[in-house]
């Protein structure tokens, strides 16, 4: 045995040296390459300065060369023609967006979790999560309304004045070259000029930061092995065959197990592993085939393919990202469709076996049909991001059972516990489900790890034991193959390391006047607390405390009694209105460092009227009720404040102002006024300019156009808001019902808020799906 290993080591040796010579003349083409190139690139400067006559030396020249040969004047009073064209065509809210062709829209609905939307690409190569009235808002962009109008199209189906939101949406579509003309993406091609690379030197970069090198080609392998045969599988007439072999096999094995005739144990190793393996891979391949011929069936597209490092181990991979734009039914296919692979190819080797038991393979066959059984099992086990987890979130309509309830676990369980607050039969789940899906994840890393010292174990101990030159190439085995392994380490060395830095940070903040000194200032700043006494400040700044809370986890729920109230020093939180009945959480703003929130329930001491999450990892100033109650309650209640603080929560509590920050609420108070009107009281009339945007807290209205009524509005409505968008005349009339109480924004607060909005969008890049087998 010791002699065979030996070999097999020096076997592997030569196979690394090999691995690295091919490496080292990649690299060797491709820098004489790049010196070839930059040998015969043309000179800028040499060029700029034949076309002007003028010597040029560098950048800076060249840029004075090309502006002093191009000055134009335009009068003072006037930009001039196309000066002036070009500013209207840069006016963002009348320009007209439209989605460029092949950009796929689906919007989905699940159970127990949060509505979204997804968005591809024209090339379906990048995915994007959003929320659902983006998804619904996002077939308009047709190229007929303008950004005003989808304004008023978000506006009228959520009743939310979001102007930025929707900025944010069309200037992030546009950056990804989702709308016409497709804006150039720039990076890249600058990237690739700067730094050109031969093929094999790119694939060797991608693989020693990745970990993987893909294959382009997969998508016409796949569409040719579909239409030479693969697509009679999919009939009725090749399912039920498949279906015959996968259980007569599996029915087969069992029966030669039964009989005992054959062993586990590996006698002829290390050339058994070694076929072994190479069996398994084939398999493997099968398995990413499989799903990739599901997503040609449904008209989907294979991104890629290729090889990769799995958890310390060797694999194939298929870029499966186009399946999510499938059905659900068709979701659950696809995940199947490798180890059905599985199933039918190895059921077709149990029977092989089961009809030659006597033939010289047949231990090795048998060996191979029982680990292969092993890995379609454990496959098919809904713990680990495997094909069974995603047929089980596709079954149960929840995709993302396994972070809710990791979430729950880290989060909320232990807050249930600690409140002794009820737990239900949907949390209990969630809980059960988190705590086996972790300890049959280490169980799943500890059975890794034995078959690793099982097969590889005596080959690494002789490649240790056989010099300095093959413990070098051991060592680089390690780095590579355990590549994943170091990174996740790193990664969650990095996550210990910030929760270390969170807490000396509060220590530091106890010890350390600026941080008191900080924490008073962004207090000060809030408009509800201007100019408060510095030796309140003094005060305040000893009392406040700082809270670190990481993503994901909620600062207070919706319902919770008022406790504290808060300033973000860093990060960003979003403010969730929570659905009693469902769960769902409608995001109504985002907060940032300087924002404040929690201080009205502690004057009111009212439930919160929201969820706050952190989305990044965040820092808080926090005030608790005690110290709130001492310093500024008083200050709050006194005259100056307390009619701010009333009006706040009644202009908040109007829908479409909720997702307003607290300094634009100030804006639309300062801009507007409350109007009771009486019953069969005109508000605005037909024809006439329109001024005024109106939302109605209380009563009825109807709409009249050419004496007809056409709707009644009730509490929460709002009318106004496109003569003021479209610089048009009234298109109907709204005439009481009964008696109807009114807030009423004049046109240039409504402005103001709209181009506050857009001045602040920014094209935040939604959250990146993808999905790989």
Known sequence: MRPARRRDARGLKYIVIAALMAAAAVLAIDWARQKRRHRSRPRIDRSVESALGRPATTAIDIVELIRGADEVESPEDSLGGIYDAVDDALDF????????????????????????????????????????????LIPLMDGSRTVDELIVERLTADGALDAASVAGLVEMLRIKGMLEPRSVQLPPLIRARLVPASGGRLKLREFAKTMRIGWDGAEAFTQAMYRIGFRWLFRPSGVAVCAVLAIAGFAALISIAVSGRFELELRTAPQETVILLGLSFVLTAFHELGHALVLV????????????????????????????????????????????????????????????????????????????????????????????????????????????SLSFIQHDLWRKLFRREHI???????????????????????????????????????????????????????????????????????????????????????????????????????????????????????????????????????????????VVRSGELAVEDVDAETGDARTLRTLERGDGFGELGLVDMAPRAATVRATTNAELFEVDKPTFDRLLADAI???????????????????????????????????????????????????????????????????????????????????????????????????????????????????????????????????????EH
Not at 96 to 107: D, Q, S, T, Y
Not at 479 to 503: E, H, N, T, V, Y
């Open 424 to 566: 239900g039969l949907r949390d209990t789940g969630l809980a059960l489900y988190g705590i086996v899906g972790l300890a049959y994840t280490i169980f799943s890393f500890w059975v890794a790890l034995f078959f690793w010292q099982l097969i590889f174990g005596e080959i690494v101990a002789e490649l240790w034991r056989d010099g300095w030159f093959t413990r070098f190439l051991l060592l680089l085995l390690v780095l590579a193959f355990a590549g994943p392994l170091i990174r996740g380490a790193l990664d969650a060395g990095r996550a210990g390391w910030r929760r270390l830095k969170a807490s000396v940070n509060r220590v530091r903040f106890r010890l350390e006047t600026s941080w008191r000194i900080e924490a008073a200032q962004l207090i000060d700043d809030l408009p509800v607390f201007d100019d408060l006494p510095e030796e309140l400040l003094n005060d305040l700044a000893g009392r406040v405390r700082l809270r670190t809370v990481p993503p994901g986890r909620a600062v207070f729920e919706q319902g919770d009694r008022p406790d504290a109230m808060y």
């Open 93 to 136: 809210r009348s320009w007209r967006p439209k989605v460029a062709a092949g950009v796929e829209v689906k919007v989905f609905e699940f159970a127990h979790a949060d509505d979204y939307a997804l968005i591809s690409t024209p090339e379906h190569n990048e995915f994007f999560e959003l929320e659902v009235w983006e998804g619904e």
């Open 637 to 771: 209640d006194a005259p100056t404040f307390a009619p701010t603080l009333a009006a706040y929560a009644r202009i908040r509590a109007l829908p479409p102002f909720v997702h307003l920050p607290i300094d634009q609420i100030a804006a639309v108070l300062e801009r507007g006024e409350w109007r009771a009107y009486p019953p069969a009281e005109l508000v605005i009339t037909q024809g006439e300019p329109g001024d005024r945007f109106y939302v109605i807290e209380s009563g009825q209205t109807d709409v009249i156009r050419d004496d007809e009524v056409i709707t009644t509005l009730g509490a929460g409505a709002f009318f106004g808001e496109l003569a003021l968008l479209n610089d048009a005349p009234r298109n109907a009339s709204v005439v009481t019902r009964t008696p109807t109480q009114v807030f009423t924004l004049d046109k240039d607060g409504f402005d103001r808020i709209v181009a506050d909005d857009l001045g602040t969008a920014r094209p935040d890049e939604q959250r990146r799906r993808d999905m």
């Open 297 to 404: 069936h449904y008209d989907r597209r294979v991104i890629s393919s290729g090889f990769m490092i799995f958890f310390a181990a060797p694999a194939f991979y298929v870029d499966a990202s186009d399946g999510q734009m499938l059905d659900r039914r068709q979701r659950v296919i696809q995940s199947f469709g490798g180890p059905w692979a599985e199933l039918v190819l190895a059921g077709a080797a149990s029977l092989m076996l089961f009809a030659f038991p006597s033939a010289g393979f047949a231990p090795l066959l048998y060996r191979f049909a029982v680990v292969n059984y092993f890995v379609i099992f454990e496959n098919l086990i809904p713990l680990l991001r495997l094909d069974g987890y995603w047929i089980l979130t596709d079954l149960l309509n929840d995709p993302d059972l396994r972070g809710r």
